[in-house]
Each structure stands twice: as structure tokens, then as C-alpha cells.
């Protein structure tokens, strides 16, 4: 049974990821950052249903901390699979952006992803077989009014996946983004209401978490193993 860690578990999409992977034979440690008792319902739900899970708490931008979270963690053994999910957004038109905006925005969905992926880089490597996931978005790839913070740290987030994703492509483990359009979740619904959504997504609907998570299993799978430094958006034809 390989260890999985989600990032931002307690939310929309990291829930079905957990509840995905666990599904799938892992067990899968559910993080949260304030929604302690989120992350702790899908584990009961994830054991309920035959699986192995268990919860962690921390704030991804806070490194000590994060740092002290994950090494208590790796124990009990290295951690293969890592989805890095956790993600805020912060909206602003440009000009009227503030620091704080810019700033907390960038801390959660990239240095979230170097305090959270490079402790846990070297246990990984030492059992020749990992897989990192990204959780980026659309507006990485498109670009977004108003998502100038948040394009530029999923950005900077692809650009890290290729380039982890050659350093240790020898290692057996693989380096992916998903990039996932609007999914309906807490995060989007309150960016779109359902007219907005048909007239935006050639699809006409919001994607649902579950299609996600499903990519992201298939990522994590040994089926997989081939694909690696690749930015695969789901986004209903979007883009
Ligand atoms: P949610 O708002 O539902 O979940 C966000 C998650 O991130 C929560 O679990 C939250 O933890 C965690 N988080 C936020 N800040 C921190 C922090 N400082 N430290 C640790 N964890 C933190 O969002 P979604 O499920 O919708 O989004 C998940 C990912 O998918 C994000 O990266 C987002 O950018 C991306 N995405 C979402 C899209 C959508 O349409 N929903 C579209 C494209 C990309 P807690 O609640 O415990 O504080």
C-alpha cells in the first residue's frame, strides 16, 4: 500500500481526490489547513468504506512548520504520491491589486508546493518511484481578468513541473500539472452562476471534482508511468 498525501483534502476537489485514491488501495493522508474537522469527516468516510486514511493539519506557506508536519509523517515510511492541490484565490483587477493579494496568493500555490514536494523529494527518489501532481488551472495556461496573482503562481507552478519532472525522470518518478477549467466547488461558485457557466464552457456544464480526481488517479497510477512534465488541462473544451 503506497502513502498518498492531498493538500488541501478538505476541499471541493482535494475531497475527491482522497476519497479517489483511497478508493484505489492508498492510503491516503487528508490535509487541511483551518477545516480540521473536514479533513477528519473524509477520513471517517474513507475507513467506513474499507479504506486507509488518516488526517494532518498545516499551513502549507508556513515552511517550519510545514516541515515539522511532514518529518513526523515520514516515520513511518516515505510518502510516493503527492498531489499538491492546496490553493487560494484573491481577485483583483491589476491596478487596484493589493501586496497582500499578490503575495498570499503566490505563498499558498507555490512556495506551498516547495515547502510541501522538497522534503519529501529525497525519501521518495530513495524507493525509485513517486508520483508529484500539480494542481494548477486554466487561467495558467489562458490567462484571466483579474487572476494576474493567480495565473502567474499556477504559472510559475508549470514551469516547476517540467523542470522537477527532468531532474528525477531517472528516478522512476513522474511530474505532472492538471489544470482543471471551472469545476464546481466552494472556490467557483461564487466566480460563476450557472447562465454565466453555459455560455462560457463549450460543454455547458462546471466539471464535477469526481472527474478530476479521477484524472489525477490515473496520473498516480503505474499506467501512467510514461507520462511526466505534461500540463493536462480538464476543462469541458474551455480552451
Ligand atoms: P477549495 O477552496 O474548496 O479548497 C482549497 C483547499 O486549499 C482547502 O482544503 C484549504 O484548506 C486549502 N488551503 C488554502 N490555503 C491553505 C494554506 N495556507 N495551507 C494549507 N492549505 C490551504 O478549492 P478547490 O477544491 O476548488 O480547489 C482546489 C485546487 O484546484 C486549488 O489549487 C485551485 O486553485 C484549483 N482549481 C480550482 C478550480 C475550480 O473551479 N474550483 C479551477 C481551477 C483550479 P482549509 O479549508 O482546511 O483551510
Redesign the pocket.
Known amino acids: 500500500m503506497k502513502r498518498a498525501l492531498v493538500?488541501?483534502?478538505?476541499?471541493?476537489?482535494?475531497?475527491?481526490i482522497c476519497r479517489r485514491l483511497a478508493a484505489d488501495g492508498h492510503h491516503v493522508i487528508v490535509?487541511?489547513?483551518?477545516?480540521?474537522g473536514?479533513?477528519e469527516a473524509i477520513v471517517g468516510e474513507i475507513i467506513a468504506a474499507g479504506g486507509s486514511a488518516e488526517a494532518v493539519?498545516?499551513?502549507?506557506?508556513?515552511r517550519a512548520a510545514t516541515a515539522a508536519a511532514l518529518e513526523a509523517l515520514l516515520e513511518t515510511g516515505p510518502i510516493q504520491i503527492v498531489v499538491?492541490?492546496?490553493?487560494?484565490?484573491a481577485d483583483a483587477v491589476f491596478p487596484g491589486m493589493s501586496a497582500e493579494q499578490w503575495h498570499?496568493v503566490i505563498?499558498?500555490?507555490l512556495h506551498?508546493f516547495f515547502n510541501v514536494t522538497q522534503p519529501l523529494s529525497l525519501p521518495m527518489i530513495r524507493t525509485r518511484w513517486g508520483r508529484i501532481i500539480n494542481?494548477?488551472?486554466?487561467?495558467a495556461i489562458a490567462g484571466n481578468r483579474g487572476q494576474v496573482n493567480?495565473s502567474a503562481a499556477?504559472g510559475a507552478l508549470h514551469a516547476a513541473t517540467k523542470s522537477l519532472a527532468l531532474e528525477v525522470a531517472n528516478r522512476g518518478i513522474t511530474v505532472n500539472a492538471v489544470?482543471?477549467?471551472?469545476?464546481?466547488?466552494?472556490?467557483?461558485d461564487g466566480?460563476f452562476d450557472a447562465e454565466t457557466i453555459k455560455k462560457l464552457v463549450p460543454m455547458q456544464r462546471?466539471?464535477r471534482?469526481e472527474e478530476?480526481a479521477d484524472l489525477v488517479a490515473f496520473l498516480a497510477s503505474d499506467k501512467a508511468a510514461y507520462i511526466s512534465g505534461q500540463i493536462i488541462s480538464i476543462n469541458g473544451a474551455l480552451i
Open positions: 493538500t488541501g483534502g478538505s476541499g471541493g476537489i482535494g475531497a475527491a490535509h487541511a489547513n483551518r477545516s480540521r473536514k479533513a493539519v498545516f499551513d502549507v506557506t508556513e499538491n492541490n492546496a490553493g487560494i484565490h498570499s505563498d499558498v500555490s506551498g494542481i494548477s488551472s486554466v487561467a493567480y499556477k489544470a482543471p477549467g471551472v469545476i464546481a466547488t466552494e472556490m467557483s466566480a462546471a466539471g471534482p478530476v
